[in-house]
């Protein structure tokens, strides 16, 4: 059977068009690095990379997260540390406060900084992190936790709710402690503060007198301590939650080196074997060209 000219013209001209096409491809992998320039190029490879792309999504937005809990742990810590500083203060001053030759007004001076320790109290349970949320009234983040009272040296204003965040696939974490439970759990140190001061400013007149204030001291120093004991406690969950998100962090970053390994034998390039092949697709090119020229006549590829 004869093959007409057209014919032949034409399959050579496909055949060389082919071959461009894959030079074409073989220099954009080249200049980009990757492997892929669509899923067509490998269907199973490209879907495998969707699938560790998205998990490596994933894998990044619980590392976001955990960031965004151990700022706010991390706050709380440091304010808690400076709660624990001022109760231990002030349970010095008060074990002064029961020194038998001291007058009325001695203890009325130190009454004056258990007022001051009060206040500072107040100020520290009042703080406020980063974003201007108070760091303890639960999710009521706007409202100040604690107001001052006369009686019972500061009340509770905000909620039992504590702030979760999902730190990772199986671990929702609480990254926020309430008022209620850092200052007054085991003892209210508000009331304890406010007992104390009052105690310190009422004169003693008589052995009876000096006995009620010998037995109300103890009872504060004691109230303090278990106030001291709670806020450790507390501190100590904290502190374990931010070694937690440390080990978190650890394996989210293995994670993060696997997928990224993974992605790069779908999708890096083989810098070697591709220029490798490109030097033969142009050696290929050359023949396919110097072929055409002698099977059609076509001078005008002499010129090529």
Aim: hydrophobic share 40%.
């Amino acid at each position: 059977m004869r093959i007409s000219t057209n014919t032949m013209y034409q399959s050579g001209i496909n055949q060389i068009g082919n071959l461009q096409s894959e030079q074409s491809k073989l220099q954009q992998q080249i200049a980009t690095g990757k492997r892929l320039a669509s899923a067509a190029d490998d269907p199973v490879a490209a879907a495998k990379a969707l699938s560790v792309s998205s998990a490596q999504g994933i894998n990044q937005k619980y590392a976001d997260s955990r960031q965004t809990a151990q700022a706010k742990l991390n706050t709380i810590e440091s304010n808690l540390t400076a709660v624990t500083n001022l109760m231990v203060s002030t349970q010095s001053s008060l074990v002064g406060a029961g020194n038998g030759t001291y007058s009325d007004s001695e203890r009325a001076f130190i009454a004056t900084e258990i007022k001051g320790a009060l206040q500072a109290m107040i100020a520290l349970s009042n703080t406020k992190d980063s974003n201007g949320n108070y760091l303890y009234s639960g999710y009521k983040t706007d409202t100040a936790p604690f107001v001052a009272s006369a009686s019972a040296g500061a009340t509770y204003a905000g909620d039992t709710n504590q702030q979760l965040i999902q730190v990772d696939t199986k671990r929702q974490m609480a990254v926020s402690v309430t008022g209620a439970s850092a200052f007054q759990g085991g003892s209210d140190v508000f009331q304890t503060l406010n007992n104390l001061a009052t105690l310190l400013d009422t004169p003693i007149t008589n052995a009876s007198e000096r006995t009620a204030f010998t037995n109300g001291l103890a009872t504060g120093l004691e109230n303090m301590r278990l106030s001291v004991d709670n806020v450790l406690n507390v501190r100590a969950s904290v502190g374990n939650k931010l070694t937690e998100i440390d080990a978190l962090d650890a394996d989210g970053s293995n994670r993060e080196l696997a997928y990224s390994t993974a992605l790069s034998g779908l999708q890096d390039l083989d810098y070697a074997t591709a220029l490798s092949d490109l030097s033969k697709q142009q050696t290929i090119m050359e023949a396919a060209q110097k072929s055409f020229v002698l099977v059609t006549g076509l001078s005008l590829f002499k010129y090529i």
